[in-house]
C-alpha cells in the first residue's frame, strides 16, 4: 500500500495509521484501521505534554510511542479509537498529518 505519509514513526496509508515502536517492551508495531478513529486532536508539545517523554505515558491516558528525537518536534496528535488509552503520533513533519487527518474529517477545531 502506497504512503499517504511516512517518516521513522508514522506511516498514514489508505487503510490506517502504523505507529512503530508502539507496544512497550518488544517496540512493536500498532496498526490502526481509519474506521477505527473516531477524531484526532493537534496540540503543542511542551515538557508538561511530553516533550520529554521517550514512550509510554504520564498522567493522561495518553500513550506515546517510542521516539528518542520527540524532544526537537513541537507538535503531537492524539488519536480517539474509543478506547481509554489513547495513541499519541509525534510525525517528524506534521504538516501533511494535519492535511491528510483533516481530509478524513478526523481533526478536531482548537477550543
Do not use: C, N
Request: avoid cysteine; proline fraction near 7%; charged fraction near 25%.
Amino acid at each position: 500500500m502506497k504512503a499517504e505519509y511516512e517518516d521513522k514513526h508514522v506511516k498514514l496509508d489508505a487503510e490506517g495509521i502504523t505507529i512503530q515502536a508502539y507496544y512497550f517492551p518488544f517496540a512493536t508495531p500498532k496498526f490502526i484501521p481509519w474506521q477505527s478513529v473516531t477524531s484526532a486532536q493537534e496540540f503543542f508539545m511542551s515538557a508538561a505534554t511530553g516533550k520529554y517523554r521517550v514512550w509510554g505515558m504520564g498522567l493522561k491516558p495518553h500513550w506515546f510511542h517510542r521516539d528518542l528525537r520527540r524532544f526537537e518536534r513541537s507538535k503531537a496528535f492524539v488519536l480517539d479509537t474509543g478506547s481509554f488509552f489513547k495513541p499519541v503520533i509525534t510525525p517528524e513533519q506534521p504538516g501533511p498529518v494535519q492535511a491528510i487527518l483533516r481530509a478524513h474529517g478526523l481533526l478536531k477545531k482548537k477550543g
